[in-house]
């Protein structure tokens, strides 16, 4: 890729705004929560991940989302001091008992062992039980790509999404993510939700003055909203409202099919596990909300040799991108090219916070007793 390409941001930021570097947000994350008494390598670990997401342009899990955790923190939900371990280790298989911990950790520690258990196994396969949310789910399964291997990761979340023909919450968003390692960057990266989006994309739209359109939620007695972020958003949060499914609420645009992956990723992550399920995952802020998680780690080199995979996923990745292209799309992206790009692109140029968003962080930063000492690159105020 050249450095021309690299300037690119798969989504415009909304004005009023600032970017910020990398580095200096992301140990600013980390400072507020060793200050609420986070062990500093766990609190490394939820800067990160909170940081990478905004880094790909995933908003919705970035680092507006350190209020959740704070909140989870400071009611007591969330254990700062887990001990957390293998219930079940049985060959290429286990289940981790995250002891109400901090997502983020539980997921990367369980991944790390399903590494692990690959290279000797061929495969690793790891279950997480009484666990928090873990953030972008793509960020456990480029875990797996870093050491050569192939990365599967799914977890269920609270209640926020309709079954198909119902209109009320009851599956989590539950987002797979699949990765691949590539003789070059990017690596093939899909990581998506199974509802239409993702509730954080709806909080996100609230903060920045941006309206819902119609066909991500639907009312409690059938009709579809569409407009003001936040009062949709509140609804949600009253159970006046649900996500749609991945789909839509219709088996003719394939809502059916969305419901039936959630449903999957909860037997996996949820009745498997010995977590919590569908409208039993507790939020943030709730005591013992057993959240599931499942990491999958494939070692590519006990299936082919991994030059001969590399030439491969090549050739499928150089067939797709010689596709005749619609007349409407100006390139064919393989998944995890857009993410890739932005992140390359915020690695040099900053991270767009908007103005709503950073001072909800100074709010915190003052409750915690940090500074809000992030580095600002540029403003957009208009």
């Known amino acids: 890729m050249t450095d021309t390409y690299l300037l690119f941001e798969k989504e415009r930021p909304t004005p009023p705004y600032i970017r910020v570097t990398a580095n200096s947000l992301k140990r600013f994350v980390k400072e507020v929560f060793v200050a609420l008494g986070v062990r500093e390598g766990d609190a490394e670990v939820v800067a990160d991940v909170l940081v990478t997401a905004d880094l790909m342009g995933v908003s919705s899990h970035g680092v507006q989302r350190v209020e959740r955790y704070v909140a989870g923190i400071e009611c007591g939900a969330v254990n700062i001091d887990p001990e957390m371990r293998l219930a079940v280790d049985s060959g290429a298989v286990g289940v981790l008992d995250a002891d109400n911990g901090l997502g983020h950790v539980a997921a990367l520690?369980?991944?790390?062992?399903?590494?692990?258990?690959?290279?000797?196994?061929?495969?690793?396969?790891?279950?997480?039980?009484?666990?928090?949310?873990?953030?972008?789910?793509?960020?456990?399964?480029?875990?797996?790509?870093?050491?050569g291997?192939?990365?599967?990761?799914?977890?269920?979340?609270?209640?926020?999404?309709?079954?198909?023909?119902?209109?009320?919450?009851?599956?989590?968003?539950?987002?797979?993510?699949?990765?691949?390692?590539?003789?070059?960057?990017?690596?093939?990266?899909?990581?998506?939700?199974?509802?239409?989006?993702?509730?954080?994309?709806?909080?996100?739209?609230?903060?920045?003055?941006?309206?819902?359109?119609?066909?991500?939620?639907?009312?409690?007695n059938g009709e579809i909203l569409q407009g003001d972020a936040r009062r949709i958003h509140e609804a949600i949060k009253k159970r006046e409202a649900a996500i749609l499914p991945l789909g839509g609420y219709l088996e003719e645009f394939g809502g059916h099919k969305g419901s039936g992956l959630a449903l999957m990723v909860d037997?996996?992550?949820?009745?498997?596990?010995?977590?919590?399920?569908?409208?039993?995952?507790?939020?943030?802020?709730?005591?013992?909300?057993?959240?599931?998680?499942?990491?999958?780690?494939?070692?590519?080199?006990?299936?082919?040799?991994?030059?001969?995979?590399?030439?491969?996923?090549?050739?499928?990745?150089?067939?797709?991108?010689?596709?005749?292209?619609?007349?409407?799309?100006?390139?064919?992206?393989?998944?995890?090219?857009?993410?890739?790009?932005?992140?390359?692109?915020?690695?040099?140029?900053?991270i767009p916070l908007h103005l709503n968003i950073a001072e909800g962080l100074k709010k915190i930063a003052s409750k915690v007793g940090v500074k809000f000492d992030v580095e600002v690159v540029e403003e957009h105020l208009t």
């Open 109 to 147: 520690k369980a991944m790390m062992i399903a590494i692990e258990k690959a290279g000797q196994f061929g495969a690793g396969v790891i279950l997480v039980r009484r666990s928090h949310h873990y953030g972008i789910a793509g960020y456990y399964a480029l875990k797996a790509v870093e050491r």
């Open 149 to 220: 291997m192939i990365g599967i990761s799914m977890t269920n979340s609270e209640s926020l999404v309709a079954y198909i023909g119902t209109v009320e919450r009851y599956l989590g968003t539950n987002p797979i993510a699949f990765a691949a390692p590539r003789r070059h960057p990017p690596p093939l990266l899909y990581d998506g939700a199974l509802s239409v989006v993702p509730v954080g994309k709806i909080e996100v739209y609230g903060k920045v003055g941006k309206e819902v359109p119609a066909g991500w939620v639907i009312g409690s």
């Open 267 to 350: 037997v996996l992550c949820g009745v498997l596990s010995g977590a919590a399920w569908g409208s039993h995952v507790g939020y943030t802020t709730v005591k013992n909300a057993n959240v599931g998680h499942t990491l999958i780690a494939l070692d590519i080199s006990k299936f082919m040799e991994l030059g001969e995979f590399y030439d491969r996923l090549e050739h499928m990745v150089s067939d797709i991108k010689s596709l005749r292209k619609s007349p409407w799309a100006e390139n064919i992206w393989i998944p995890g090219e857009k993410a890739w790009l932005t992140m390359q692109t915020r690695l040099k140029i900053g």
